[in-house]
């Protein structure tokens, strides 16, 4: 989701507009902060906010089966990586 007008001018976010921006509950955001997964600020007694970096820095990339990095140096059989294989011999 892309940021909004106030997402962009004050980097600090309530729990509900960050909630919004990653689409997880704000249930989700307080257990994260519990787990100190996020950071998160108080200001005030009451007031709890979050950087819409660490926002961002939360998300991990999946890596997937064309990624080189899982391929730790081993070439895959039949694609162009594999300069081993042979032709079948039916």
């Known amino acids: 989701m892309a940021p909004t007008d106030a997402t962009t001018s004050n980097p600090y976010l309530t729990l509900a507009q960050a909630s919004e ?3 997880q509950s704000v249930k989700t955001l ?3 902060i519990a787990a100190g997964a996020l950071p998160a600020y ?4 009451r ?6 970096h660490d926002l961002d820095a939360i998300a991990e990339r999946i890596p997937n089966a064309r990624t080189p990095s899982t391929l ?3 070439q ?3 694609t162009k990586l594999d300069t081993n294989s042979q032709p079948s011999r039916d």
């Open 72 to 74: 730790d140096g081993r």
């Open 21 to 23: 921006y990653l689409g």
């Open 42 to 45: 108080r200001f005030g007694p």
């Open 47 to 52: 007031l709890i906010r979050v950087r819409l």
């Open 76 to 78: 895959l059989r039949g």
């Open 30 to 32: 307080r257990r994260r």
